[in-house]
């Protein structure tokens, strides 16, 4: 018989998990401040470890249910990257004709079944609350990759780690919304999230298209400094442009998104005449909202965006998973 040997600390340090409360991200409003800057150092962490080739491993052995029943680029395959560069695997669904929803079953007998397959599951679906009645029905950890016109809340956390890799952080910054801030599930979940930060926002749409009332009425009670504008020359005296594209998916009458789909247009010309180096990101798909001519200035971000995107996906997947991280400081 040999003893179990006691680990030296010297050797290897315990790995600490932090203090994080959420084994769900369903909504940007679940978030304190610290639960960000949690995500944030985590985030942060993991950028060393991927560049030093540590991360690999984290999750062997662990499964990510990938389900998309709507489309996406970005945010599925983020996740997907985000998982294998953890070293686990991927199980997916994409689109309901693909999936048995198809021949009428239940979201909720979907997830007990995808629950006997996989540890954690990611899931985009056209109506607004589904991720929460996914996650209701299961006892893995379920994120929202997108609900409808609801909330994005992954896309906010990645657009919060741009502004603090990009502009060093994100309290005393102007942030200008561009765009359709009625339907934008994005725009919804980072204004939620800016609520924890010092900043003032700017609301840039066409009138038909202007933030709905209930996040205007919670930003008034929170005493949040915002203006609202038709006028894109607004954004020239921010510190950073959040710009949308309308979201034609969302429109049920087809004649009023042909009348504002054209509404605004950024181009080189335009960004280059802003005082501040305005900031541009952009969640993308982009349409006709942002010109190619933008996407070689220094300040444009949106390419950027995708490598923190992945970034922050495997931040999560390990806080979801309660999967401590390795130290950062090489052990002899
Ligand atoms: N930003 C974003 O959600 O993109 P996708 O729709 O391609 O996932």
Not at 22 to 46: P, W
Not at 56 to 83: D, H, K, N, Q, V
Not at 210 to 238: G, H, I, M, Q
Request: overall charge negative; hydrophobic content about 40%; some cysteine.
């Amino acid at each position: 018989m040999f003893a179990t040997p006691s680990p030296d600390p010297m050797l290897a340090p315990p790995m600490e998990f932090p203090d994080f409360p959420h084994t769900n991200i369903l909504d940007a409003d679940q978030f304190s401040r610290k639960d960000l800057e949690v995500i944030l150092e985590q985030t942060g962490k993991m950028e060393q470890l991927e560049q030093a080739r540590r991360a690999f491993g984290l999750l062997e052995g662990r499964i990510l249910a990938s389900l998309f029943f709507e489309s996406s680029t970005r945010t599925r395959l983020s996740f997907e990257t985000a998982m294998n560069r953890l070293g686990g695997r991927v199980i997916s669904t994409v689109g309901f004709q693909f999936s048995s929803i198809s021949k009428g079953e239940t979201l909720y007998d979907t997830m007990k079944m995808i629950e006997a397959y996989a540890d954690i599951a990611v899931i985009r679906h056209p109506v607004e609350g589904s991720s929460r009645i996914a996650s209701a029905a299961v006892q893995m950890p379920v994120i929202n990759a997108g609900d409808g016109s609801g909330q994005h809340p992954t896309q906010a956390l990645l657009d919060l780690y741009t502004m603090f890799k990009e502009r060093g952080g994100v309290d005393g910054l102007r942030v200008a919304f561009v765009g359709d801030l009625k339907f934008g599930r994005t725009i919804h979940s980072l204004i939620k999230l800016l609520q924890h930060y010092d900043v003032e926002m700017v609301l840039i749409s066409p009138v038909d298209l202007a933030l709905p009332e209930s996040y205007r009425k919670e930003l008034r009670k929170k005493n949040k400094v915002f203006e609202e504008t038709e006028d894109t020359k607004a954004l020239w005296d921010c510190d950073v442009a959040y710009v949308t594209r309308i979201q034609e998916e969302r429109f049920v009458d087809r004649s009023e998104f042909e009348r504002l789909k054209n509404s605004y247009s950024i181009n080189r010309a335009f960004v280059m005449a802003s005082r501040k180096s305005t900031l541009i990101m952009h969640p993308l798909p982009r349409v006709q909202e942002l010109s190619t001519d933008v996407d070689d200035l220094p300040n444009a971000a949106y390419f950027r965006m995708a490598h923190y995107g992945v970034l922050v996906r495997m931040a999560l997947l390990t806080l979801c998973l309660r999967v401590p991280l390795p130290p950062l400081t090489p052990t002899l």
